[in-house]
């Protein structure tokens, strides 16, 4: 069969698919929709949020989308479907999908080193913390048993932490490194990385850390591009996320930014660091989005990897994204800051629902589901089985923990019992 007839074929197929899908689904209760409405009316009244917006979209089309309060309590200014917020950690699947189109594209390989973008990660060494009997804890270090590679970029299997995870050597080695002083650039941060030791050795521990930020580096030496030019060029634009950027240029744009309440103090040295490094495009937290834009990225997840016409990636590399790759039979082990969760495991840059979990009830969700959150307390969900994206923005780092959740539970409470959880 030519390769025009199979797309063609595939593409009735899936239609077909999705006709017969949307059918079969059952759209979210009224009374449902309105509890989410309650629920965030409180949270803003109350004042423990100034302000969020809420999307449910079902078969391609907006079911719900809401805005409460403000987005910025010194100005006063109305939430609305253009606030642009600081997704954080938001940015991990936007970049990952750029890395697996270069991989797609045969211009990069999982098995690739990293060091064959960045050298100074051929004399990156690992730290191996030993407590002799009767004496002091220490660090030795040692070689990796092989490098680190591409795909412990995509699936945080590298050893590269965050400077407030792990043991108390790893946060002490990362701040005495000061990688965030001056000023500096992609390239010359993933330097930085490479001079630190690695906490475990590649491809054994599930680790949150700076994985992304690295691989925005190997994407832009492999394109040429900066950071934000590539994605503009190959996933921005053809999207239609016009408001996605790393820095904003216009007082228009600065006027629609969300902040967080002046008692959250996290957020807000976030954003005062955002506002001092506007040179780093961190391709692992360094985004601003609105949810209309990071809608339509997630709708062309749950596409498959198409969206309006245009593929993004093939089936096969799709599928390898949104894959688990560190369960069991993996070899790899989950740190106690385990950031995907009970019953997720994790493809390449992206939380996948593969069990109920632990938890009895299990939380809501469907298998199959794609998801990931962020510091700030934006958060996406895609629901393959019941057709359906969800998204909250906000920003707030005191009440994400809580709310989160909670808006996960109210829009799956939408629906029959039969369909809110695995």
Known sequence: MKRREFLVGAALLAGTMARSRAGDIPAPSSDGLARITAYFDDEVTSGRLPGAVVLVQQHGKPVYLKNFGVRDTRTGLAMTPDTIFAIHSMTKPITCLGAMMLIDEGKS???????????????TKVGIETTKPGGPTTVEL?????PVNI???????????????????VMEVYLAAKIFDGPFNNRQFADRIAELPLTRQPGTLWRYGHSTDVLGSVIEIISGQTLYEFLKQRIFDPLGMNSTKFALKSPEERARMARPLPNDPVLLAGERDRLDHPEWESGGGGLLST?????????????????EGKRYLSSAAFKAMTTDHVGPGSGVGRDYFYFPGDGFGYGYGIGVRTDPGNAKPPPAGSIGELKWDSGSGTYFGV??????????MQQ???????IT?????????????????P
């Not at 629901?383 to 909250?392: A, E, G, N, R, T």
Request: a negative charge; hydrophobic letters at 35%.
């Open 396 to 402: 707030t780092q005191n009440e994400r923990s809580r």
């Open 383 to 392: 629901d393959p089985k019941l057709d359906m994206v969800y998204l909250l």
């Open 291 to 307: 949810i209309t834009d990071y809608q339509r990225f997630s709708q062309m997840l749950l596409n498959g990897g198409e969206f």
């Open 142 to 146: 040692e070689p990796p048993v092989r």
């Open 151 to 169: 795909e412990d970029l995509l699936r945080h299997t590298s050893g590269i932490s965050y400077d407030y995870i792990g043991a108390p050597w």
């Open 109 to 123: 390989a999982l098995t690739d080193p990293v060091s064959k973008y960045i050298p100074l990660f051929a004399g």
């Open 405 to 421: 959740p909670a808006f996960k539970a109210l829009v799956y409470d939408c629906y029959p019992p039969e369909l809110r959880r």
